[in-house]
């Protein structure tokens, strides 16, 4: 079982730019697809953007043009740059990491990003 742990979370105002880091305890190439998904109270969790072994990347519609997937395989790790930030993005963001389906395989334990003034 591969740990996954997220960083970078935090409080940031509407228009504002942070780079979520997700390490992973093996390597990404064991994995078809990395992601980041997000949780917002009261809602179901979402696919924000993945990225798979070849390096195709996809993203939620309501993201496309600001957040940015991208990897490090020399330190097995995943970022997810967000840009323009919008109040709507305030959720808890989760690493993922699958062989399968999306929405199945490991994940990491969450982190917190609130956009507001």
């Known amino acids: 079982q591969v740990q996954l742990v997220e960083s970078g979370g935090g409080l940031v105002q509407p228009g504002g730019s942070l780079r979520l880091s997700c390490a992973a305890s093996?390597?990404?190439?064991?994995?078809?697809?990395m992601g980041w998904y997000r949780q917002a109270p009261g809602k179901q969790r979402e696919l924000v953007a993945d990225i798979t072994l070849v390096g195709s990347t996809s993203y939620v519609e309501s993201v496309k043009g600001r957040f940015t997937i991208s990897r490090d395989t020399a330190k097995n790790t995943v970022y997810l740059q967000m840009n323009s930030l919008k109040p709507e993005d305030t959720a808890v963001y989760y690493c993922n990491a699958r062989s399968g389906v999306r929405g199945s395989g490991s994940w990491g334990q969450g982190t917190q990003l609130t956009v507001s003034s």
């Open positions: 093996a390597s990404i190439f064991n994995f078809y697809a």
